[in-house]
């Protein structure tokens, strides 16, 4: 017992390895996302202190979605949003400096979390087109805007605006007959 | 750290080490004058020596790298935690006080007569005062904050901070609903040194290891003192192992209680000490400790205890409550408080005295917690998996992008859509309602079951999944999986098709609900029926889907071609295969209700197209945002067929098959929704939407034997119930641009006006509505103005 126990400090006491007193590490390392997933998300390695954004695939749809591009030019939006509700323009509000932050996917879940409050306020879904369209996710900026003209109702510079936005989403796709289509109903 | 190097111990055991080879050399030396034998004996016994010396010094290094491995490395795998929305608070929200106490009750705050910790609120009628805890979103910290709310019927009317200067917006911390935790069961939430109370530090110490800060691993007083007390008592009663050997017992070693272990865990115990400091070994200690068991789930550490027998964090734990969780330590099951509250008060109180004798308390400390009750919170709450069903879901979707062991060890942390509010009204009508379905139609008791799914119209977030009449069974999900013939919930795709094609066909059109025989590729054949078993004629579009004419709608469907159908359930987000025969065109179609739903999100969301999602954000361990899940919308259906088709909807609830629901909810509503019922009542549907939500149920039997109850008489009462709860918006459709609305004489399809009277509004594409008036137009003699009047508004 002696021995083993005189051996054993030996071992501990002697060794002055690097590791000694250092602090335990908890924390593992990050998080890699399956390989073999369904090319939902765009990233292969997360990059530390940037978030990625993946378009959901599982039940209804295969269709995926370009991932969010961080640094893009600034546009201001066509139309200035706004709402009665005090939590809807505070949430504009931060989404705006989000945006000239460079914090896209920031200003993106801002205003989505306004939207959640005001799901048919349809200068809230131009807000959100037209930070697509700055990403240059055009499909998806073109639905927004239309989803945006669907609510719009009778709000003439808001349904000018969105189709402006779908005739320059059209343009960058190369969809240039139903760009001048766009264009044509914008006047 | 500096303590370590400097202290002794090593160097001492150094010398006590290396005198052993002289010892050696002396027995040489005295037996080695001339006997060969005796020359040849020592030889052996020195080269014994040296062999066992190495092969122990080999183990200690082996059994040394280990405690370091261990140790420096990843010490545990950290489940995910999954947490629910954050509830926003603003001026205007739609919540009542309920909904607001079980938001908080949820949280574990406690209702106190004035507010002054942390995680407490007060009430004076329809005025609360809250003070919020902390928390950490994805997107940044949202502070403790001190709140005045009023609220005024349903509304939250005013948010003020507790100086009275008015809040825009506020987000209470997200609820937890679970964990993702690996295959072998070890749940825990790690906390770090500075989080652990003094007190618990102290009631550890006094109870479990008095001399922790002064021995070197191993306690050999303890040890002397156990001893004795076992012998005196003639059994095993006291325990001499420091904090230290218990932690190497539970980190490296097996249960098994042999010599071999005991001695192995007292090296090793020594070893750690001497590496490492007191604090990093009781944090580690105070997150490896087993405190109990939840089914299948293993509560490892005080932070997932504090949690899963107090729902709340180890912070806010007061005396009473830290002494029980020492005292459990000794037994988790045999002092479980759930089970056995007077065992546990008796150790708790033991563990409060003993605090008392070592000094860390004072007498009236002492007694004051010993007053107290275990305090203990429902056995609903605590972190333990709350909504198993949609946990399933979050699961499923998180499994299209990580990997289990991530889930299961990297500490994740989810942020989903679910609204607890949401799911819990949901679980209570459909158990309550299947129950009312069961006595009312004298069906065999606990055999009907049912699904429902929740979700948000515009965004497609998931706000609820209800998988059985027992939401807290985590076993068969039918929300997700049961995949049922949907019967009539098809009609409004056959109807949407034809309605695409505006030459063809508008509301008004006319089709015949006549008989169907048709001979099938296999040389059957299929003769429908309507499920009044009559046929009603000549009908319009808009009579039948009201009314769900069978024969109607496969005579249109017959006509339009299957493959109009199919092709438009695709861009509706039906991804499964459907079997192109004409019985689809009567739901002779499976899917599950979670397909379901989103196929009548895209209706409800005039065409646009949100892929349901149960994730928002991911967040990495240390803070840092990982991912996240944005709103997407595709237009996938043009917005005028389908506000046709809702305009339909709406009228299968004012005057169809879903008038039933005047019961639960006013006409005011404008709801719309559509019955579904398949062969012999085996599946009962009810799909519809308010203004922001979508709601689908699915009531039938396990065994697929019929259930007995139409669309309307089952899953209709359910979702009728489910939506009164949810105290709906009234439904509001935009009228799209290419839509007119025109008074049309609901007899001949002709043009009318308002004052003629069978005149009914009906929505047409642009250019296709009737243009011939009918006869009670020239009678009334104001048919032009109105017909203009009518065309343009």
């Known amino acids: 017992m002696c021995i083993v126990i005189g051996a054993a400090l030996v071992s501990a006491g002697c060794s002055t390895g690097p590791r000694r007193g250092a602090p335990a590490p908890v924390v593992g390392s990050q998080p890699v996302p399956a390989s073999a997933s369904r090319g939902a998300v765009e990233s292969s390695a997360y990059p530390a202190g940037e978030s990625t954004e993946a378009e959901i695939t599982p039940y209804a749809t295969g269709e995926s979605m370009p991932a969010e591009i961080t640094s893009t030019p600034m546009q201001a939006p066509a139309v200035p949003a706004h709402s009665n509700n005090s939590a809807v323009l505070a949430l504009l509000s931060n989404a705006g400096t989000q945006q000239q932050d460079g914090d896209i996917a920031g200003a993106a879940a801002t205003l989505e979390r306004a939207l959640r409050i005001e799901p048919r306020n349809a200068r809230l879904w131009h807000r959100l087109a037209s930070l697509r369209l700055d990403q240059k996710q055009y499909r998806m900026a073109a639905d927004l805007a239309d989803k945006s003209n669907s609510l719009a109702r009778g709000d003439g510079d808001l349904t000018r605006a969105n189709w402006r936005l779908i005739a320059r989403a059209r343009s960058a796709l190369g969809e240039s007959a139903a760009a001048r289509d766009a264009w044509l109903r914008a006047r | ?793």
């Open chain 2, 1 to 793: 750290m500096a303590r370590k190097s400097t202290r002794p111990a090593g160097r001492s055991s150094t010398r006590k080490n290396t005198a052993r080879p002289a010892r050696g050399a002396g027995g040489r030396k005295r037996g080695g004058a001339g006997k060969r034998s005796g020359y040849r004996w020592s030889t052996r016994l020195l080269a014994l020596t040296l062999l066992f010396s190495l092969i122990t010094g080999v183990y200690l290094l082996y059994l040394d790298h280990q405690v370091q491995v261990k140790f420096d490395g990843k010490r545990w795998s950290i489940p995910a935690r999954v947490y629910a929305r954050p509830l926003e608070l603003y001026a205007g929200a739609r919540i009542g006080p309920e909904q607001f106490i079980e938001e908080l009750n949820r949280l574990g705050y406690r209702k106190v007569r004035h507010p002054e910790a942390q995680a407490s609120w007060s009430r004076n009628n329809s005025r609360f005062l809250v003070r919020t805890r902390p928390f950490t979103f994805w997107d940044g910290a949202e502070p403790g904050r001190y709140l005045d709310l009023r609220f005024e019927g349903d509304r939250l009317a005013g948010l003020f901070d507790a100086g009275g200067a008015p809040q825009a917006l506020v987000r209470l911390e997200a609820p937890e609903i679970g964990s993702i935790y690996p295959s072998h069961n070890e749940d825990r939430l790690l906390i770090s040194r500075d989080q652990l109370p003094a007190l618990l530090v102290q009631g550890l110490v006094a109870v479990e290891d008095r001399s922790f800060y002064s021995h070197h691993g191993v306690d050999p007083k303890a040890i002397l003192r156990a001893l004795l007390a076992n012998v005196r008592a003639g059994e095993l009663v006291q325990g001499g192992s420091t904090l230290t050997q218990q932690l190497i017992k539970n980190l490296y070693l097996s249960r098994e209680r042999t010599l071999w272990r005991k001695l192995n865990e007292a090296v090793m115990a020594l070893m750690l000490d001497a590496r490492y400091g007191k604090d990093e070994i009781l944090e580690a200690y105070a997150n490896e400790i087993y405190l109990g068991q939840d089914g299948s789930r293993a509560i490892h550490g005080f932070g997932l205890a504090s949690r899963f027998y107090f729902n709340r964090p180890l912070v806010e734990l007061d005396l009473p409550r830290l002494a029980l969780l020492v005292g459990m330590i000794r037994g988790p099951s045999l002092y479980d408080p759930r089970r056995h509250p007077e065992r546990a008060k008796k150790r708790r109180d033991l563990v409060l005295e003993m605090m008392r004798q070592q000094g860390a308390i004072s007498e009236r400390q002492k007694q004051q917690a010993v007053d107290s009750p275990l305090g203990i919170g429902n056995p609903g709450s605590g972190g333990e998996v709350r909504y198993p069903a949609f946990l399933s879901l979050v699961r499923r979707q998180l499994h299209n992008d990580y990997r289990e062991e991530d889930l299961t060890s990297e500490g994740l942390r989810i942020f989903t859509t679910l609204d607890p509010w949401v799911q819990e009204q949901s679980e209570k009508a459909l158990a309550g309602r299947l129950f009312q379905l069961e006595k009312n139609h004298r069906l065999p008791a606990g055999k009907l079951q049912g699904a429902a799914v929740v979700a948000a119209t515009g965004s497609g977030e998931v706000l609820a999944v209800v998988s059985g009449r027992n939401a807290d069974f985590s076993g068969f999900n039918r929300a997700l999986d049961a995949v049922r013939p949907i019967g009539s919930l098809i009609k409004p795709v056959v109807y949407l098709a034809a309605l695409m094609q505006p030459r063809r066909y508008t509301l008004t059109t006319r089709i015949e609900d006549a008989p169907v025989n048709l001979k099938l590729a296999g040389g059957k054949r299929w003769t429908p029926d309507n499920y009044d078993r009559k046929s009603h004629g000549s009908v319009t579009l808009f009579q039948s889907l009201t009314h769900s004419y069978n024969l109607a709608t496969v005579n249109l469907g017959l006509d339009l071609g299957l493959d109009a159908v199919t092709g438009l359930l695709t861009d509706l987000g039906i991804t499964r295969k459907v079997e192109v025969v004409p019985a689809l065109l009567l739901g002779a179609l499976s899917l599950s209700p979670l397909e379901v739903t989103q196929l009548y999100q895209t209706l409800a969301a005039g065409g646009f197209r949100s892929p349901l999602r149960a994730i928002r954000e991911v967040q990495a361990q240390d803070g840092s945002a990982l991912q996240r899940y944005p709103l997407t919308v595709r237009q996938s259906v043009d917005q005028g067929p389908v506000y046709l088709v809702n305009r339909n909807l709406q009228e299968v609830v004012s005057t169809g098959t879903g008038r039933g629901l005047s019961a639960f909810l006013p006409a005011d509503l404008h709801l719309a929704g559509k019955t579904g019922t398949t062969d012999e009542l085996r599946d009962s549907w009810f799909a519809g939407f308010d203004n922001d939500r979508v709601a689908v149920v699915w009531v039938g039997r396990d065994d697929n034997s019929p259930a007995g109850l139409t669309g309307s008489q089952g899953a209709m009462q359910v979702w009728g119930d489910l939506m009164r709860r949810l105290k709906p918006d009234p439904l509001n459709l935009p009228e799209p641009a290419s839509v007119d609305s025109v008074w049309v004489d609901a007899d001949s399809g002709l043009l009318a006006d308002e004052h003629c009277a069978n005149a009914a509004l009906i929505p047409y594409l642009k250019g296709s509505a009737p243009v011939t008036a009918s006869s009670c137009v020239s009678r009334s003699g104001q048919g032009i103005g109105d017909f203009i009047r009518g065309f343009f508004e």
